[in-house]
């Protein structure tokens, strides 16, 4: 079960950093991302992490702007957000990966299957 923390309303080129925990036994081992879902639209990528913390890749929208982090000894994962833009409205999802100790880091939504409750980030212009 993932319990998202971070919710916030921001004006643009706010900051907002977003916290993800677990008290799962196996965090450590999976893949983790975050998935921005806005009105009207799919659920999004924006970012994941691998489970060693060793490699990241974003969503080419947020680089340089979004770091994403883990901390496996407390179980949770963070997404820092700098420079927000009105176009990062939304509720933002963290998802582990479907496979434990998966190699490549993947943003389909589909790959993950362990989802949390959701939290909004507004950003207003």
């Known amino acids: 079960h993932l319990v998202v923390s971070g919710r916030g309303l921001v004006q643009a080129g706010g900051s907002l950093r977003l916290s993800c925990t677990t008290s799962g036994h196996t965090f450590s081992s999976y893949n983790m991302g975050w998935f921005p879902h806005a009105p009207g639209k799919v659920r999004e990528f924006v970012a994941t992490?691998?489970?060693?913390?060793?490699?990241?890749y974003y969503t080419d929208s947020v680089k340089g702007r979004f770091t994403i982090s883990r901390d496996n000894a407390k179980n949770t994962v963070y997404l820092q957000m700098n420079s927000l833009k009105p176009e990062d409205t939304g509720v933002y999802y963290c998802a582990a990966d479907s496979r434990a100790f998966r190699v490549v880091l993947l943003s389909s939504p589909a790959a993950y299957d362990s989802w949390g409750q959701g939290t909004q980030v507004t950003v207003s212009s």
């Open positions: 992490i691998k489970w060693t913390g060793g490699a990241t």
